[in-house]
């Protein structure tokens, strides 16, 4: 007879120090978090310290393993997520709705200009943080007064451009497929429209351009494995 093969649940394993990617959000990447000696396995709920406050995470052995110190947000890893956790992760999912919906109402009605996207509740406090995006310099402070006698919380309005913007709302590409940006894209790279001459496409803004209305980062991901166009000589 075959042995008997003990299979255990093993630790998130991570390629940096003891960080380890954790899901805030299930349609934005992972955020890097420190361990800091709390044992998480995979797809463990856990309670993560970042700059906004603490939020609830889930960890993930199946996204991209953190090999070097991260350039953007750095978080801590608290402890392991309780039940209490998660019912006000729950209530607070349904006051984010109710503010974004209000914000997106209420900016039509005063005509602001912006877009806003998201809206991020910390499981303790009373801090809201807003993501918005506008094309100009916005005036909001009457719209800042106004959430803040109506909610009760201390609102912060962070401006992003419009490709940090698709990364924050997440959605599919005209190739029915997750946006780059928001799954495996750590930062922005340049992309031309040469990119797009070289791999013999069209150049109507249409094809070529993404949900942001820039040209497609996924232009320069297989650029160079076209061979380079060679210079006319008349």
């Known amino acids: 007879m075959p042995e008997e093969v003990a299979v255990a649940c093993c630790p998130v394993a991570c390629g940096h120090e003891d960080m380890i990617p954790v899901l805030l959000d299930p349609d934005l990447p992972p955020v890097p978090c420190r361990k800091a000696g709390v044992q998480v396995e995979h797809l463990q709920r856990c309670v993560v310290e970042i700059t906004d406050g603490l939020f609830l995470g889930t960890a993930s052995a199946f996204t991209v393993p953190v090999m070097r110190s991260p350039r953007g947000e750095l978080g801590r ?15 607070l999912g ?69 490709r940090d913007g698709a990364r924050l709302s997440g959605g599919l590409g005209p190739c029915g497929r997750c946006l780059c940006c928001a799954t495996f894209m750590e930062r922005f790279h340049s992309v031309t429209v040469r990119m797009a001459k070289r791999q013999n496409l069209s150049l109507n803004p249409s094809k070529i351009s993404g949900m942001c209305g820039r040209l497609m980062c996924c232009l320069a991901h297989e650029v160079e494995s076209y061979p380079k166009q060679r210079s006319a000589k008349g």
């Open 77 to 91: 890893v608290v402890r392991q997520a309780t039940a209490d956790d998660v019912r006000r992760k729950d209530d």
């Open 94 to 162: 349904h006051l984010e709705r109710e503010i974004i919906g209000y914000l997106r109402r209420r900016a039509r009605e005063l005509d602001l200009g912006m877009r806003p996207l998201k809206v991020r509740l910390p499981l303790v406090g009373r801090k809201a943080v807003v993501y918005f995006t506008a094309e100009q310099r916005v005036d909001f402070r009457s719209l800042l007064r106004e959430l803040g006698r109506r909610y009760r919380r201390r609102v912060e309005m962070r401006p992003l451009g419009v």
